[in-house]
């Protein structure tokens, strides 16, 4: 199964900002695991929107069966990981933050972004991981079902830039030696804003 599943490095920088312009503090409280699931209507399975942010290993197996659906000829994945370089400086883990109620705003916005532009989708599978991820972990994984395979991959590189362009997630590299350094996510729209400012 896991040569089904594209393996790709993280390549985007994050930066750890620790305040967001423009954004009010949202009524739910953001609390360890969180995980939520949307049903909509479909012909043999209802269509399923699941967004988990986790501290917890991420299982890449179960994530690909969340996506899976019978009348889905085809689940597209994107699974980010920890690499053990970056510039010739040996990567010992990264950690992860978020405004978590925020991320699962902006990610249940794009989700209906994907649902609006890619109708036939099935399934949309988002999970990130909080905290240390060590080389070789999964930081973030994305499973999209649909009946062909075009729509599905579409869409999974429309979750992913989209996820890096506007979630509030902030990575830091930490290495050998023992420094660290927040990287910033040159894609992320509302850094790039207040470095204009």
């Not at 991981?129 to 649909?146: D, T």
Request: a negative charge; proline letters at 4%.
């Amino acid at each position: 199964m896991e040569d089904q599943l594209q393996q790709k490095n993280t390549r985007g920088v994050w930066r750890g900002l620790k305040t967001i312009s423009g954004h009010n503090e949202p009524d739910s409280q953001a609390v360890g695991d969180q995980s939520i699931m949307a049903s909509g209507k479909g012909a043999e399975q209802p269509n399923q929107d699941v967004i988990h942010l986790t501290g917890a290993e991420l299982n890449i197996q179960e994530i690909y069966n969340s996506a899976t659906c019978t009348s889905c000829g085809a689940i597209a994945m994107f699974v980010g990981t920890t690499r053990s370089l970056f510039l010739d400086r040996p990567v010992l883990h990264l950690e992860y933050e978020a405004y978590e109620p925020m991320v699962q705003s902006e990610l249940h916005r794009v989700v209906g972004s994907i649902r609006a532009r890619w109708p036939m989708v099935r399934h949309v599978c988002i999970h990130h991981r909080l905290g240390v991820v060590p080389v070789g972990g999964a930081s973030v994984a994305i499973a999209i079902s649909s009946p062909h395979r075009r729509d599905a991959q579409e869409a999974v590189q429309f979750c992913i830039d989209a996820l890096k362009a506007n979630a509030p997630i902030w990575k830091k590299e930490v290495y050998d030696s023992l420094d660290s350094e927040w990287k910033e996510n040159r894609e992320c729209s509302w850094a790039k804003s207040i470095h204009n400012q």
